[in-house]
């Protein structure tokens, strides 16, 4: 099973692509924006690079790059099915409608509800 | 967890029920990623919560967020990437079955550990007198405006509450390597026998993957209220 | 098991049961034969304190105003029936007594890949459900099962959170127990035994453990942030300090509604078993059942929402959820044609498991079609909250669980005591069950028509009428659950002795002695059939079930 | 009420009938398709039941031709649920859809929940606990929350439900035809009194509820208590200067300080007179002082309907007149027009 293991070489080098993307992350948190949309964006990059980091980690640190394709399954389901609890719950959130006359149904009469629509 | 690493007969590799060693070895790793499946879930639930705050609650969420220092934050993520090469580094020794090199990188894993610890601690004594303790009596950083207050509070509930569960995960993670150096110093593992090493430094590594997402989510929210303090 | 002592040569052969007496055997054992034992015990001590308090829920509500109890003793009352039936029941009922016991003897591994995580699994089961039972009787908790915020984190002035600790520890035995049976699938079949010859019972269980090893932890950190809530008063649920009550509900019922599954999965699972065996004909469709369990599972995580139509959720994510719902109707209809499909020109016997596997499809098909009304807009509006929903998941997991359960205990009672059930007694019960069953909960599809709001002590006048059915049906209920307990005892000593494989039924569980040994086989088996091979069996059957034999699993030599 | 023992609820608006013409059709399928399975079941039970020394009926074991068959049963069974679903789920869907929308012209009743009672209120001001008095052929729609924990207000007799939750505004609407009395229950799970949180819906024919109406001794409309906190609390001073105008607030989108829009519904309002700081009004400085902890409940929807009342977005004031022949044409609605500066009504300092 030692086939599995890195030459030590790529673990150094994974670990300075870790240290370089952190301070990546960091120094693009200090871009000085008050702007709403600019700051969603670099909250997106700041997770999207910190996602970068997990899956080197994975990939290499723990070996799942060599892994089997079980090992590989194993380890994305959990992320698959974490998406699934965001993805319906944010859904919900964001789009909580202004309730009440915000939707301007037209008026419905009495006996002829079934036509309203 | 410990269960998972040291599955073992007492004084022979292969426990009854295996019919080889690779069936074993297998069932353990397989066992470990199912473990952290179900880890990924628990922080994931957490970080949905968050999440669903910091998107209805942005402005207090940077408010709160600009009183955490980064500067801690980023060296404690050096300091916990550094030893999950160390740990990454005993597994590859492990893999060579050269057992004086797994104890001095399991040590050093446990160490710098440690001083995340540490710097974790200090942070807290920190925050505790900043009073930023979301609690009654405790809770100083009030904001004139309700709103903000309770919101920061909010923030806070989260900083605590996520950083103290990765705390825990890290204190147990250090215990079973503790066990694990022990191992490799009386010589128990082999190069065809090393997967309590591989499967605590899955772990390990988990917990370091858990912490590269708590510091974006946490510690860069606002940065540069603190940077110079 | 790895140190037997040497048992000294006795009459009978050396089983799981008989290795030794002592207490510490028990206690510390890491068979998975004797912990589903373990677990046997207690789920069935569970299930009669649970039980009891359903019957006093139903005495009460003989009248509409509700004398019998106070209030608060009633919200007690309905709070300690459900927690114990759901998280301390249901959940680890089918998975971790049968399942605990077949699943290494249907691949023909020697024990679950780990033994002493099954172990600790069942001690972590008993600690939370001690905490729990103890918390919920003494001083009680008032909250429901669901444990809504803001009244469970805020309002309740009740033992809320030791019932909490109790199912947070409860869902670690359930993670260990699906995360056992994931990796005993995947790496301790036997040789030959490939994905598709596998016994749709562990398909079944597969998908069950999914669920458990995915959803659990989300309910875990969901409770322990009502514990910091109630403790601390953190906001995260509280409205007044800034959280969302409705956020508590998505992560409830992410596991919650998945949860539904764990409970009527391995249900389906040992119907999957009865059913070809006592028509004596291979099962219709085996990919079809195998891959609708699996889709159940998955789907069954998307669909939650469902159950906050009138939460306030968005109206968009309503609709979401309302189409993802139906889609979970599609496997589970899959699977009762199929069921039926097996029927057609069997031959059938009627013996217990066999009454009980029917009464399943009925009940089952039942209350996945009013599942149907549930998932629909617009009907769902009206009967929220309302008998309508209690009478549709009991009917899934009464109707559908427990008779599973139940047909799946007599069904392997021989392997797993050595002793034949009363089959006289065990068809009275059968149908004293099933008419029991039908009497207390369909009248309560009426009542949630009518309007009868879910969890009330007392009701309008006009409502009495189809309450006193109900209640009537559920004292014949409890007879018929009282008579298997009664004659499963009795059958421990008088009981004939089972033969290894008294149906003649394939699978390797027959295979190995009734008891099995504690290594399960005394040879390990090489698979080369298929499951469910009755076609191979037929010259068999006119023989008297005591025939032993038919190795049709492993090498079909037996087949002349 | 009628208390005489009944198999299905009353029936006492259009709504309603739409919804158990639905619950009668899934009942249709459903009943067809147990019997179908029950149907079968027994009978291949009864037909191929075991008999002693003659299993000749297994040696027909499915051979190769037989597995065609199988697979196009199993096409034919995932397909067919498949189709019936997807017209169950639309057909839900237009009659949910149609039940979430309030329609724009309806007399709005503001309910406040709490442990263990129900706090109504008319548009004209008269109070009532447990109990609503609802003119017959009008629409209905309920402004609702909770003040501690979520509450439920169900109206089995329309088929309608909707949480009633702390801390956020919902809303329910339904159009009474049929005068009588019907039940309101606590759907949720509330505590203690649960299953007392119960009450009955009177609705009476219009004239009737006028005449009901008006020998209830006179509370003050929820439009003027709101326009007389309003200036009690100051809000003139600011809102008529220096702040955000209310006049045709309601119902129109609001740019935000550092981007972002949000349209001015019942929610917004109420959270910027408790949280002014939440969403701030471009151009505006965030200078409002919270009104948390002053105002009660039923305090803060009277503003919240005076602020609606200035966009002339209701019914309100509200005129009992409209209650006369059914004839009588509702208000159309303005447009959200480009903001005025502020004309306050008349009697304001």
């Known amino acids: 099973m030692s086939s599995q293991a890195n030459p030590v070489k790529v673990y150094i080098r994974v670990f300075i692509a870790l240290l370089v993307l952190l301070f990546l992350t960091v120094a693009l948190a200090f871009v000085p924006t008050r702007h709403e949309t600019a700051r969603n964006l670099l909250t997106t990059i700041g997770f999207t690079i910190a996602g970068t980091k997990a899956v080197l980690i994975i990939l290499w640190f723990m070996h799942v790059k060599a892994g089997t394709r079980l090992t590989w399954i194993f380890a994305a389901s959990a992320f698959v099915w974490l998406l699934i609890l965001f993805a319906l719950t944010m859904n919900d959130y964001m789009t909580r409608k202004e309730i009440a006359n915000v939707y301007r149904v037209p008026t419905v009469r009495a006996g002829s509800m079934n036509d309203a629509r | 967890m410990t269960e998972l690493a040291t599955d073992l007969h007492p004084n022979k590799a292969l426990a009854h029920h295996f ?28 970080f949905l919560a968050y999440t669903v705050y910091r998107h209805q609650y942005f402005d207090s969420f940077r408010a709160a967020g600009g009183h955490l220092f980064v500067s801690f934050g980023t060296i404690n993520t050096c300091v916990l990437l550094t030893s999950s090469l160390m740990m990454a580094l005993a597994v590859h020794a492990a893999h060579q079955g050269d057992s004086k090199k797994i104890v001095r990188y399991v040590l050093l894993t446990i160490l710098f550990g440690a001083i995340f610890l540490g710097i974790k601690m200090t942070e807290y004594v920190i925050d505790t007198r900043e009073g930023l303790v979301p609690l009654n009596g405790w809770w100083k950083a009030q904001s004139p405006d309700l709103r903000v207050d309770r919101e920061m509070r909010l923030f806070f509930v989260f900083y605590f509450t996520m950083t103290l569960l990765h705390a825990i995960h890290m204190t147990i993670g250090m215990a079973i390597l503790a066990v694990i150096a022990w191992f490799a110093h009386r010589k128990r593992f082999s190069a065809e026998d090393y997967n309590p090493v591989d499967v605590t430094g899955l772990y390990w590594h988990f917990v370091d993957i858990v912490w590269v997402f708590l510091f974006p989510a946490l510690y860069l929210v606002h940065p540069e209220m603190h940077l110079f303090k | ?81 459900g927690v114990v039936m759901v998280f301390f029941f249901l959940i680890p009922s089918i998975p971790a007594v049968l399942g605990n016991f077949l699943i290494p003897l249907m691949i023909g591994a020697k024990d679950l890949a780990f033994p002493r995580l099954n172990l600790a699994s069942w001690y972590f089961y008993m600690v939370g459900g001690l905490c729990a039972v103890i918390a919920l009787v003494a001083g009680g908790v008032d909250t429901g099962w669901t444990f809504y915020t803001p009244y469970s984190s805020i309002y309740s002035n009740t033992n809320v959170v030791w019932a909490i600790a109790g199912i947070f520890l409860a869902g670690f035995s359930s993670i260990f127990t699906g995360l056992n049976f994931i990796v005993t699938m995947h790496k301790m079949r036997a040789p030959g035994m490939t994905w598709f010859k596998m016994p749709l019972f562990c398909w079944s269980h597969y998908a069950t453990s999914i669920i458990q090893v995915l959803a659990t932890p989300v309910v875990a950190i969901t409770l322990v942030l009502v514990i910091i809530e109630r403790v601390f008063h953190a906001g995260i649920f509280d409205p007044s300090l800034g959280g969302d009550p409705v956020l508590f509900q998505h992560m409830f019922w992410f596991y919650s509604h998945p949860a539904v599954y764990i409970m009527v999965l391995p249900g389906m699972a040992v119907v999957s078993e009865i059913i070809p065996c006592f028509a004596r004909k291979p099962i219709f469709g085996y990919s079809f059942i195998a891959f609708s369990s699996v889709a159940i599972a998955v ?49 059938i016997s009627s013996a217990t498991p066999m009454l009980y596997a029917l009464g399943f499809i009925g009940l089952f098909t039942m209350g996945g079609l009013t599942g149907l009304f549930l998932a629909t807009l617009g009907i769902d509006v009206h009967v929220h909250d309302t008998y309508f929903i209690i009478a549709h998941f009991h009917y899934i997991m009464v109707g559908g669980a427990v008779m599973a359960y139940l047909g799946g205990l007599h069904f392997w009672w021989p392997k797993i005591t050595g002793r034949m059930y009363p089959e006289f007694m065990g068809k009275i019960s059968a149908f004293i069950i099933f008419l029991g069953f039908n009497l207390t909960f369909f ?115 037996a087949v002349k | 009420m009628d208390t005489s023992f009944r198999l299905l609820p009353q029936q006492a608006s259009d709504h309603a009938a739409s919804v158990d013409h639905l619950t009668l059709a899934m009942l249709f399928v459903s009943v067809f398709f147990t019997v179908l399975i029950a149907t079968l079941i027994i009978y291949f039970a009864i037909r191929y039941r075991r008999r002693p020394a003659s299993p000749s009926a297994l040696k027909e074991a499915p051979k190769s031709g037989a597995k065609h068959g199988a697979l196009v049963l199993e096409v034919t069974w995932t397909v067919i649920p498949l189709i019936m679903v997807a017209v169950m789920f639309l057909a839900g869907a237009r009659v949910f859809v149609r039940s979430q ?43 609702m929350i909770s003040e501690d924990v979520i509450h439920d207000f169900g109206l089995p007799a329309f088929r309608m439900k909707q949480d009633v939750l702390p801390g956020r505004y919902t809303s329910e609407w339904f159009e009474p035809t049929v005068p009588g009395e019907y039940h309101l229950f606590c759907d949720q799970y509330c505590g203690s009194e649960h299953s007392k949180m119960v009450g009955t819906i009177f609705v009476m024919e219009p004239a009737q509820y006028r005449q009901w109406v008006e020998g209830r001794p006179a509370d003050v409309p929820p439009r003027v208590a709101g326009e007389k906190l309003f200036a009690q609390y100051g809000c003139v001073t600011c809102h008529a200067a220096r ?54 409940e039923e305090q803060v929807m009277d503003l919240v309907i005076y602020i609606k009342s200035l966009a002339g977005a209701t019914t309100e004031p509200y005129q009992l007149q409209n209650l006369g022949p059914a004839t009588q044409p509702h208000r159309a609605i303005p447009g959200p027009g480009p903001s005025q500066p502020t004309q306050l009504p008349k009697g304001q300092p």
Do not use: C
């Open chain 2, 19 to 46: 019919t080889d060693m690779p069936q074993q070895r297998e069932a353990v790793t397989l066992g470990m990623w199912l473990f952290l499946a179900t880890e990924v879930m628990l922080f994931g639930a957490i």
């Open chain 3, 1 to 81: 098991m790895s140190s037997i002592p040497y048992y000294p040569a006795a009459e009978r052969p050396q089983t799981y049961l008989n290795w030794s007496y002592r207490v510490k055997s028990w206690l510390f054992t890491r068979d998975h034969k004797r912990i589903a034992i373990l677990y046997m015990l207690s789920i069935t001590l569970f299930f009669f304190i649970g039980g009891a308090a359903a019957v006093v829920m139903r005495l009460h509500l003989l009248t509409p105003d509700g004398t019998l109890v106070q209030a608060d003793t009633y919200n007690r009352l309905f709070t300690l029936h």
């Open chain 3, 299 to 347: 789907f069954g995580f998307l669909v939650w929402g469902h159950h906050m139509f009138v939460s306030g959720e968005s109206m968009y994510s309503a609709l979401i959820f309302s189409a993802l719902s139906f889609s979970v109707a599609i496997p589970s209809a899959v699977k009762v044609f199929n069921w039926t499909a097996t029927l057609y020109k069997g031959s």
């Open chain 3, 443 to 557: 009248p309560q599809f009426l009542l949630g028509y009518l309007g009868m709001p879910r969890r009330y002590h007392s009701y309008p006048p006009e409502m009495q009428v189809l309450n006193v059915l109900s209640s009537a049906g559920a004292s014949i209920l409890a007879v018929g659950y009282l008579l298997p307990l009664g004659y499963f005892i009795w059958s421990l000593r008088y009981g004939k002795i089972a033969p290894t494989n008294p149906y003649l039924a394939t699978g390797l569980e027959w295979q190995t002695t009734s008891p099995p040994p504690p290594e399960n086989f005394d040879v390990p088996p090489i698979v080369t059939e298929g499951p469910y091979r009755y076609d191979l069996m037929v010259s068999q059957l006119g023989t008297p079930l005591i025939a032993e034999g038919a190795r049709i699993q492993t090498t079909g030599s």
């Open chain 4, 101 to 143: 929308q309030p329609p724009v012209d309806a007399m709005t009743f503001n309910v406040v929940g709490k442990q263990w009672m129900w706090l109504l209120q008319h548009p004209t001001g008269v109070r009532e606990t447990n109990a609503l008095h609802v003119p017959a052929g009008k629409l209905i729609r309920l402004l």
């Open chain 4, 243 to 296: 702040g955000p105008t209310m006049a045709g607030l309601y119902g129109r989108t609001v740019d935000l300080e550092g981007g972002g829009t949000v349209i001015a519904d019942e929610n917004y309002l109420r959270e910027s007179i408790l949280y002014p700081s939440a969403k701030i009004t471009r151009g505006y400085p965030p200078i409002m002082p919270s009104f948390r902890g002053q105002l009660t």
